[in-house]
């Protein structure tokens, strides 16, 4: 597609309930990242794919949050029994590669509009 | 680790020129890269310095001394629509190898008329 797409915009869940939030990226983009932004924060690196290598889940807060990306395109992140703690505004971003070039270029990141959890 | 610091907050008139700064600490560095977020948007990409000196597109130019761990961000000529968040971010690479962007709180940048 044209840019980063993710669904729902907006998702607001009780707390204790799963969710599911979904990220399309860039095609043919190999890269791919979540973030985490709580209101007026900085964004929080959560995780890493890229092509068929094992993810680095280095930045994941608990053992609630997991992602999986299918095909090495669509990622998923799930986050079970959500906490009020967990409302935040979740982005994903894709780049062409992961690695440095050297340059701004391949490496750069394009982000999603984002997903606004709020957790009752 | 990693920290960024930023001012919280700049405020300028339109036709102004503005300067955030940015000191960052790293265990690893591979460049300084500066996005920009609208309230409510998604961040947007603006520029990378992967070596000293001034980098400039547009309006915009971005400045990085690495011996002292320091960059900016310059807009010129300031419009009402660059009123927005701007943050700083480090690519650390060094433990993973890949470029994971460890971004600053962002400073808040108000354009008034």
């Known amino acids: 597609g044209a840019g980063v797409s993710q669904s729902p915009s907006n998702k607001v869940t009780e707390k204790g309930k799963d969710v599911e939030l979904r990220c399309d990226p860039i095609s043919g983009h190999t890269a791919l990242y979540w973030y985490r932004q709580s209101l007026g924060q900085g964004l929080e690196f959560l995780i890493y794919?890229?092509?068929?290598?094992?993810?680095?889940k280095s930045g994941l807060p608990s053992d609630r949050f997991s992602a999986e990306r299918t095909g090495g395109s669509v990622s998923t992140l799930t986050i079970q029994r959500t906490q009020q703690e967990d409302s935040a505004v979740y982005l994903c971003?894709?780049?062409?590669?992961?690695?440095?070039?050297?340059?701004?270029?391949?490496?750069?990141?394009?982000f999603g509009p984002g997903t606004r959890l709020t957790v009752l | 680790g990693q920290s960024l610091e930023q001012p919280s907050e700049v405020t300028a008139v339109e036709g102004a020129i503005v300067q955030i700064n940015c000191t960052y600490q790293t265990s690893g560095f591979y460049g300084l890269s500066w996005y920009q977020q609208h309230d409510g948007g998604a961040p947007t990409f603006l520029s990378y310095n992967g070596l000293d000196g001034l980098e400039e597109t547009g309006r915009f130019s971005s400045f990085l001394s690495r011996s002292d761990s320091y960059g900016y961000l310059l807009l010129q000529e300031l419009q009402m629509k660059d009123s927005a968040s701007y943050f700083c971010?480090?690519?650390?690479?060094?433990?993973?190898?890949?470029?994971?962007?460890?971004f600053g709180t962002g400073t808040r940048l108000l354009v008034s008329p």
């Open positions: 971003a894709s780049s062409l590669r992961g690695k440095p070039s050297g340059g701004g270029g391949t490496d750069t990141q394009y």
């Open positions: 971010a480090v690519r650390d690479g060094v433990n993973t190898g890949f470029q994971k962007l460890v």
């Open positions: 794919f890229q092509g068929n290598s094992a993810p680095d």
